[in-house]
């Protein structure tokens, strides 16, 4: 379970704050997951239903071209805006991004988007709506599972004017696009099949979002027979030749115990990292780097 935001850990202690009058926006509350940063009350919010809002994600497209990818979520929309206590230590608009990047990374959250200054990047202003006016501000888009859920954040945090914005989705959690008897045929038909398979960047450390497709993985290999089967590592070509070799080798291993976990026998198993020598989709695009970063299983 995702534990609150502990939003004031990375904050130095200050003398004891005077009373303060300022009070939330009548039938506004705090998104459960996200503790506030302190001082600040809410101003104003709202919540929708359902509707879609686009996230910016990743870097923007090219130094000529500010704009950044998107991912759109459907689904129950929140937003906030919290302004700073009259009498309060002004925060700089790092410190508040820096405090959420610190915090969703210590609930288990990923960071989709971060761009630390005024206007790195621009974002969708009529899918991401009272956000701003399209530059990002100390921005930071994060993303969170909880239960059958993604929850998807976007921050906004003004330098010294004292307020952020905070615009929260979500949607349920993607299922695993190939179901076990397509996995099982199409290591039938074409002898390997590549798995989906998240990873903390630059680590061999498997993410909680992939347990369901390690679990389909698993049992499309009881199904298929007991061939021996090869699990490869394959990385973009980000980094060095040497590194994402290692990188690729570790990440193999990882999944090959994760398999061994769910019930496969380790002898019927054997882990191979082949770095970034053979990508599937062009590296000079971010579409194409992810989809050179697999896991295949491979029928020996």
């Known amino acids: ?116 200054g005024w206007c790195t990047a621009n974002y969708d202003t009529e899918r991401m709506p009272r956000m701003g006016n399209g530059c990002t501000s100390f921005a930071l888009t994060m993303k969170f599972r909880k239960g059958d859920k993604e929850i998807w954040a976007f921050l906004q945090a003004s330098d010294r004017e004292g307020y952020y914005h905070l615009t929260i989705s979500e949607r349920e959690a993607m299922k695993q696009e190939v179901a076990v008897t397509e996995l099982v045929d199409k290591l039938a038909k074409e002898g390997f099949v590549s798995i989906q398979v998240n990873f903390d960047t630059g680590k061999a450390t498997i993410r909680p979002d992939s347990a369901k497709v390690l679990d389909d993985a698993a049992a499309a290999l009881k199904a298929a027979g007991t061939f021996p089967v090869e699990v490869g590592g394959h990385t973009d070509n980000s980094g060095t030749p040497e590194g994402n070799q290692r990188l690729s080798q570790d990440r193999a291993q990882a999944v090959k115990a994760a398999l061994v976990a769910r019930g496969i026998p380790a002898a019927r198993l054997s882990a191979k990292g082949y770095g970034q020598t053979v990508p599937v989709a062009d590296n000079r695009t971010e579409e194409g780097r992810a989809k050179n970063r697999r896991v295949e299983l491979t029928k020996k």
């Open 1 to 116: 379970m995702l534990r609150p935001f502990l939003a004031a850990a990375l904050l130095l202690a200050g003398a004891a704050l005077p009373s303060l009058a300022e009070e939330d926006e009548a039938g506004c509350k705090d998104y459960p997951l996200f503790t506030r940063f302190p001082n600040m009350y809410l101003q104003a919010c709202e919540k929708l239903q359902f509707d879609a809002r686009a996230f910016p994600v990743g870097p923007p497209k090219s130094q000529a071209d500010l704009a950044t990818n998107s991912v759109v979520v459907e689904g129950p929309v929140w937003w906030f805006q919290y302004a700073l206590k009259d009498g309060s230590p002004m925060p700089t608009g790092l410190q508040i991004m820096r405090n959420f990047e610190a915090a969703a990374l210590k609930a288990g959250g990923s960071i989709e988007g971060k761009y630390p």
